[in-house]
């Protein structure tokens, strides 16, 4: 059984709806301003002629900024009585103490109030045809059932509840329920492993979770239910899983396991919201760093809300009534600040992708945008590079004539697949917003149009900052580059309210990964390039991160299961760039001594060991073996060299010097050759 219920005026005429809502509801009224049409939620700040100003503003003095607009934005239960205490070289971010507030009351219970008939979901299954759509009153029935239901089964106030599902409905109401009674959700990607799924669950210390018996993608079935099996078996705290049904096929059920829809059927629609603080927990979310251990880094209630909110109205120029189209997963953060949060924060209709782009054949998107009658799609590079070679007839073929907007983000979007992306699929009108961010800024930094709907863009480029975000670039020697035209670390010199607060249960890694390498100033790990123009281009990673069809991997943490196998001695994993996926993994192997093993089988082994430990994805393309690794004296691998030599690219080898013994650069370039 899977969920569409039937029901919407049963909650808005209940007596909590309109006890509780009345003393949500309390938003302060607006001021006359200049800017008011362009952004209502800034009507506050007398004396700010334009967006030009405002946008200065938003940096210049930033508390009246926010202050105004998580006024005007967000429904508080109690108003904050602090706009920010942040220091960033102690890692200490904190935004509208005092403040309390329900981020399920923000994206369900004030537009239910208003139209409970507006779809909040339309969720675009595998089987192409077959959407299903949810009203915000049926998504908030959902929601408080589930809620309820947690709450029965002793779930607290300051849980961690672990999501293993696709993107779906129940999903969202999972995330929604969870942020209702005040626990914290993680979701994990359902393409991750079982041991990749433990790992988090136990970092996070979850004692539910919640599944589906089976996941359908691509028109492919995977077992969802087996992979949480198999998880929890090496997680001790795990004391419940609840399981919806997403396919007809039962699965075994044990003793610790409970049938979530049927369950949910049984509780009451009505679910009293837990008042939060402003910096209490909303969610973990894992993503990888550049050592072999995934971080938890975390989001809390209110900045993090506003800040979605207030990026997928303005970077998107979305506008009420607008059907929005983001087709990442909800594993991702994008799933999270603009499949969900944003758009249910801002009454829109969000689309939920559970499907690729490829199935049933290549014109997935565009067929389902014609369906939809999509009006911004926000989608990512890798896809949009892939379909590009399946030519314009499966764009062609259906009308796209809605679309408004059409978004980029999670890596670089080279100038082809920009310029297809424009021309074919926006037929040249729709302007295409790059979008720059990250799991750890927790909305978009970077883009385009932030503040004008009508300013110039170029290809391939992120451009101009959001409001209240302050972008440097920072030298070698740590210094803040003042020119234009130049290139360095991309830091952010101010806090913003979306901005994650610390990870989980290492606040430490904190403050050593984003605020010591350029104390003051929180560095994202990305090199950009600043124009002649003051426009930002991202240049990619500075760090051992890489990033594959816009997952992104610790090349660490393939290193690290590569070296689990018996019979490697070490091993080196880098990027190398691919026409589709944007980055390849390619992994040198060194064998220990007197290994004898033919070196297909080996491969063969070493990527089932990748994709059973953390995903396919993070399986390398290339695995070359290797007599020994480039290192320095003091024993180093090159890994610079090592990503030279994976882009042909010898000239640029530089200085090899400080290396041990020049000899096993030679040895890795007729390895490489060899291999291609
Ligand atoms: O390197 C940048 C790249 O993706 C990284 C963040 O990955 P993640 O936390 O998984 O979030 C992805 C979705 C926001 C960044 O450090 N990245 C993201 N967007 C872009 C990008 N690189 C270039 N251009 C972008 N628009």
């Not at 089987?127 to 239901?149: A, F, V």
């Not at 433990?198 to 089976?214: C, G, H, L, P, Y």
């Not at 883009?447 to 959001?466: L, N, Q, T």
């Not at 890489?546 to 091993?571: F, K, L, Y």
Request: with cysteine; net charge neutral.
């Amino acid at each position: 059984m899977w969920l569409p219920c039937g029901c919407t005026s049963k909650y808005v005429a209940s007596s909590f709806a309109r006890r509780t809502l009345a003393s949500y509801l309390h938003v302060s009224g607006r001021s006359r301003c200049n800017v008011a049409a362009f952004m209502p939620e800034a009507a506050g700040l007398e004396g700010v002629s334009g967006r030009a100003a405002l946008r200065e503003l938003s940096v210049s003095n930033s508390e009246s900024f926010w202050a105004a607009v998580a006024r005007h934005r967000l429904c508080w239960s109690t108003p904050f009585h602090t706009v920010q205490d942040c220091d960033l070289s102690r890692g200490k971010i904190k935004w509208f103490e005092g403040g309390k507030l329900n981020v399920s009351v923000n994206c369900l219970d004030r537009h239910v109030h208003t139209c409970p008939e507006r779809v909040a979901l339309i969720w675009e299954r595998d089987e192409r045809g077959s959407e299903m759509k949810y009203t915000y009153g049926e998504l908030l029935e959902m929601t408080c059932r589930l809620g309820n239901l947690l709450r029965r089964h002793s779930v607290k106030r300051g849980d961690c509840v672990t999501i293993y599902m696709p993107t779906c409905p129940l999903a969202v109401a999972s995330m929604l329920a969870c942020a209702r009674i005040g626990a914290a959700h993680n979701v994990v990607f359902a393409g991750f492993s079982a041991d990749a799924l433990a790992e988090r669950i136990r970092d996070a210390q979850s004692s539910t979770v919640i599944t589906v018996n089976q996941g359908v993608r691509g028109g492919k079935v995977t077992e969802l239910k087996k992979t949480v099996d198999t998880a929890v078996q090496s997680c001790p705290t795990v004391k419940q899983v609840f399981v919806a049904m997403r396919t007809d096929n039962p699965v075994t059920m044990t003793a610790r396991d409970i049938a979530m829809e049927e369950e949910m059927l049984k509780e009451d629609v009505v679910c009293e919201p837990a008042v939060m603080n402003s910096e209490d927990v909303l969610f973990l979310l894992y993503t990888s760093g550049s050592t072999g251990k995934p971080k938890g880094l975390v989001h809390t209630q209110a900045g993090y809300l506003l800040y979605a909110a207030l990026t997928h109205r303005y970077v998107f120029s979305y506008h009420d009534g607008d059907v929005f189209g983001c087709v990442a997963d909800i594993g991702w953060i994008t799933g999270h600040s603009y499949v969900v949060y944003g758009p249910l924060a801002n009454g829109a209709t969000t689309v939920l992708f559970e499907s690729t782009p490829i199935y049933p054949d290549p014109g997935r998107y565009w067929d389902m945008v014609e369906r939809l009658k999509i009006n911004q799609f926000y989608g990512a590079p890798t896809a949009i590079r892939l379909l590009l070679k399946y030519g314009d007839q499966w764009v062609n073929k259906y009308d796209r004539s809605t679309l408004k907007t059409l978004g980029s983000v999670g890596e670089p979007i080279n100038t082809e697949a920009w310029e297809w992306y424009h021309r074919v699929v926006g037929d040249g009108r729709c302007p295409v917003v790059d979008t720059w961010w990250q799991t750890e800024t927790g909305g978009i930094c970077i883009a385009p149009r932030p503040s004008d709907p009508d300013a110039e863009i170029v290809p391939g480029m992120a451009m101009r900052p959001f409001f209240g975000i302050n972008p440097v670039l920072m030298d070698t020697e740590g210094e803040v580059l003042t020119s234009n035209n130049t290139s360095g670390a991309l830091c952010m010199a101010q806090p913003w309210p979306g901005m994650a607060r610390t990870i989980h249960n290492n606040h430490q890694r904190f403050i050593d990964t984003y605020f010591q390498p350029y104390p003051g100033y929180f560095f994202t790990g990305d090199g950009a390039y600043r124009s002649e123009e003051g426009y930002y281009q991202i240049t990619g990673r500075l760090d051992d991160v890489i990033n594959v069809s816009g997952h992104r991997i610790g090349t660490a943490e393939i290193e690290d299961v590569v070296n689990q196998c018996p019979a490697v001695a070490e091993s080196a994993v880098v990027g190398y760039t691919h026409s589709i996926k944007g980055q390849g993994v390619y992994a040198f192997v060194v064998l220990k001594k007197g290994i004898d093993v033919q070196e297909a089988d080996l491969s063969r082994q070493l990527n089932g060991m990748v994709s059973e430990k953390i995903a396919k994805y993070a399986s390398p393309d290339f695995i070359q073996f290797a007599k020994r690794l480039p290192k320095t004296r003091s024993g180093k691998i090159m890994r610079r060299v090592l990503r030279k030599v994976v882009e042909s690219d010898l000239e640029g080898l530089g200085d090899l010097s400080t290396l041990d013994d020049p000899a096993a650069v030679q040895e890795i370039i007729q390895g490489h050759e060899k291999l291609l």
